[in-house]
Structures are given as structure tokens and as C-alpha cells.
């Protein structure tokens, strides 16, 4: 059975820091691995990672892939308070129309 | 573009009755994929459509609950005889052609809450 596992669950940190967010997996045939922000509303879409050590950025976001480790890491710089979120982590394997879901790690940033 | 339209917002049902929940996929995305998210828990996969095809229900109960995705209309996922259980956000996403895009990054609804009492 796909797993994925998130770490920490939450996380509260001041406007500026930077944080790292973890997400380990296990799925038959791997395919992708997705980040999401869940908001109060629909989780929308990050980054997607299929290939290892190729950073994937996106202003103050990025995210790398290490396949051989089966972990994936979501950094964000010098955070704001519109990042506070759940942040989702995602992965699919091949041949399977799922997306197993980790629990999310809930980000507070405060002023 | 409206995106996946999910309604209603938020649904109260007394245990025993039934509980309907509708998804309009985003324009030009012919998959729709329901999932459901207990509290503390992750989004857990429950059914893949395509038009009139169910093609994966694997994840869904094996009594209770169906979907549909008829050739015209919305989505529908539809409870019978809810239990306390079921209190849950449902959450409609949706993904273009696979083969044209090569890959499954789905466009998710605001979803529906449904509270059983």
C-alpha cells in the first residue's frame, strides 16, 4: 500500500524565517510527487516533481526530489503571513489513477 | 474560467437520509476524481470518472455510496443512509486528457462539507 508520511505536522514560525517541510514515501512504480496549499478552501497546485535532484522554484517556494531516498523537501524564503496554509504533499504511482496523501503539515506564520 | 464548481458548500443531514454532492469539472477536463477528507486525516481517493465510465471506485465504500458523471451534468456523488461517520469535506478535482498532458495534476474543487447529525 502507497504512504506517505509528512513532518512536522505543524509548524509556527515569525514572518522572515525560512522553513523546510518534509514528505517521505513509499509507492509501487513511482510516477510523480505533487506539493498542494490548502487554504480554507480548494488545495491548489504547487509543484510537481518527477526526476531526482532537479529543483523545481516558484518565487519564494521551492522543492526538490530525492528518489533514492524517497523524500522530498518544500522550502519556503522569507515567509508572510498568505503562507500560512496546509501544506500537502502528493504521490502517484505508475499505472494508478490515485494520489496518496500525506496528513499535511499546517503552517502558522505570525507577524 | 470558473475552475471545478463544487456544490453545495455545506450540507446538513439528519442520520438515514441522503446526501448528494455535485461537481462541474473545469472547462476543457474530461476526469473527475473524488476524495474525502476525514479531520486530522489526508485526502483519501475514492472514485475516477470519465463520461458515463466509472473507471477506478477502489476507494469507495462498498455499500452507500455512488458516482456517477453523466454525458450531460455535473458529477454526483451520492450517500444513502448516512451515518455520523460520513461527516466529512468531499473534494471534486478534475484533469484534462492524460495523454495529451502526461501527467495526473489535478485542479481541485473549494469542496463540500457535509455534516451528519
Known amino acids: 500500500e502507497d504512504k506517505v508520511v509528512q513532518s512536522p505536522l505543524s509548524l509556527v514560525v515569525h514572518e522572515g524565517d525560512t522553513v523546510t517541510l518534509n514528505c517521505s514515501y513509499e509507492v509501487t512504480n513511482f510516477r510523480s510527487l505533487l506539493w498542494y496549499k490548502q487554504e480554507k478552501k480548494a488545495p491548489t497546485f504547487l509543484f510537481m516533481l518527477?526526476?531526482?535532484?532537479i529543483e523545481k522554484k516558484s518565487g519564494r517556494l521551492s522543492s526538490i526530489l530525492d528518489k533514492k531516498e524517497l523524500f522530498s523537501i518544500l522550502n519556503i524564503t522569507a515567509t508572510q503571513t498568505g503562507d500560512s496554509a496546509v501544506y500537502l504533499c502528493?504521490?502517484?504511482?505508475?499505472?494508478?489513477?490515485?494520489?496518496?496523501f500525506g496528513k499535511g503539515t499546517k503552517l502558522s506564520v505570525i507577524p | 474560467n470558473a475552475g471545478v464548481m463544487q456544490n453545495p458548500r455545506h450540507l446538513v443531514r439528519r442520520r438515514g437520509q441522503e446526501a448528494r454532492l455535485r461537481c462541474s469539472p473545469m472547462k476543457g477536463h474530461s476526469h473527475v476524481y473524488w476524495y474525502r477528507q476525514l479531520p486530522e486525516e489526508g485526502l483519501k481517493f475514492m472514485v475516477y470518472l470519465q463520461k458515463e465510465n466509472i473507471i477506478d471506485e477502489s476507494g469507495m465504500p462498498k455499500e452507500r455510496f455512488s458516482a456517477e458523471f453523466p454525458k450531460e451534468g455535473p458529477s454526483i456523488l451520492r450517500i444513502q443512509q448516512v451515518v455520523r461517520g460520513d461527516s466529512a469535506a468531499y473534494f471534486c478535482a478534475s484533469s484534462p486528457d492524460r495523454l495529451t498532458s502526461g501527467a495526473n495534476v489535478l485542479t481541485f474543487g473549494a469542496g463540500s462539507r457535509l455534516t451528519v447529525l
Open positions: 518527477t526526476s531526482s535532484g
Open positions: 502528493a504521490v502517484e504511482g505508475a499505472g494508478s489513477y490515485q494520489l496518496t
